[in-house]
């Protein structure tokens, strides 16, 4: 019985998201009937050719996408909370969507200078995913060293920054010698979107996915140790070395894909899992995980409809809707909580 409201909390939870992954879908330049929608996802076919093209061609990957990164950033920054101990960690604030930002622009803007071949099949698809991800696992390396010799959690957070801001710099470089081709379509990814996947892309996206929360289910365990301090964690039979080693692959995973398909967005990493262990009330790892998953799916499909503009052909970037509604949030959580008692 103890347990009974968790249960509860996530049977909610997934009954909005649901809810909410259904309005993604109504919702638009063009209105399509809810039942209409049923049907289409029951396999039957629309009343009218165009609905059918809108739902299954664009909509609904690109509610998928925002399921998938939502749970990817959460997790992500649930676990660099964890391993820097600091509740203000995420893949956004550190710098790691800077690094995987870079692997991007690498690919897309210095293309021209090694004769590469990006976009040409489905080996196009996964390079995005394998630099995007080289360059969030290298930040975070260069994190990991710097958080051994830095113990104070402020002095961290402004080193993360000057990380953003050196990556930033050698973007701003590739910005400069790159052909105006390339400038334009790492501009429109750097405004971060959830439309254009297809599904192959959405195949390699979730496979990525699932590679990056294996190690984190199989280190389940060690994580609730892990913010009682190394000393403790090593006293409970634990080898940090591996843990580490699995929290770096595992949020460069994570996080790299995410920014690959959907460029850099802000917030996510950082604020859902406070969310989780608000709603929650608990810093079991058991449970935030698959909590700041939900909650992830959750917000970001919230920000998607938002950026919508339903009734309008236009479309926000993502990552402008999700900065206006997680900057607030951050702010409001460090005022209203007592981060001491949990970090």
């Known amino acids: ?137 290298l930040v975070l390396l260069l994190m990991s060293l710097t958080a051994w010799k830095v113990k104070d959690s402020m002095t961290l957070l402004i080193v993360g920054l000057m990380f953003g801001s050196a990556v930033s710099a050698l973007i701003s470089v590739l910005a400069y010698f790159s052909e105006a081709e390339q400038l334009k379509l790492f501009t429109i990814w750097s405004m971060g979107s959830l439309g254009g996947t297809s599904y192959s892309q959405l195949t390699g996206f979730f496979i990525a996915l699932l590679i990056g929360i294996i190690p984190v289910l199989y280190k389940i365990k060690s994580y609730n140790a892990m913010l009682m301090g190394e000393v403790y964690a090593e006293s409970m039979g634990i080898n940090i070395s591996r843990l580490r080693w699995a929290m770096i692959i595992s949020t460069g995973i994570l996080a790299g894909s995410a920014t690959a398909f959907c460029g850099p967005i802000a917030f996510i990493g950082i604020a859902v899992p406070h969310m989780a262990r608000l709603v929650f009330k608990t810093a079991d790892h058991r449970v935030l995980l698959p909590g700041s998953a939900l909650a992830g799916a959750i917000i970001l499909l919230f920000c998607d409809a938002i950026s919508q503009l339903p009734g309008s052909a236009q479309t926000l970037p993502i990552n402008a809707v999700t900065s206006l509604i997680g900057a607030p949030m951050v702010i409001w959580l460090i005022l209203r909580r007592n981060f001491s008692k949990e970090f």
Do not use: D
């Not at 209409?36 to 509610?63: D, F, H, N, Q």
């Not at 909370?81 to 995987?100: C, E, K, M």
């Open 1 to 137: 019985m103890k347990n009974n409201p968790t249960y509860l909390l996530f049977f909610l939870g997934l009954l909005l998201c649901l809810l909410l992954f259904a309005l993604n879908l109504s919702i638009g330049s063009v209105h399509i009937p809810f039942m209409e929608i049923v049907g289409g996802l029951a396999g039957k076919e629309l009343s009218r050719m165009s609905w059918e093209t809108i739902l299954m061609e664009y909509r609904l990957p690109k509610a998928l996408t925002a399921i998938f990164a939502g749970i990817g950033l959460s997790v992500s920054g649930l676990q660099m909370q964890t391993f820097f101990r600091n509740p203000l960690a995420g893949p956004y604030v550190l710098g790691i969507s800077s690094g995987a930002g870079l692997g991007v622009a690498i690919l897309l803007m210095a293309s021209s200078a090694f004769g590469w071949a990006i976009y040409q099949g489905g080996l196009g698809i996964w390079s995005i995913i394998f630099a995007a991800s080289l360059g969030a696992i």
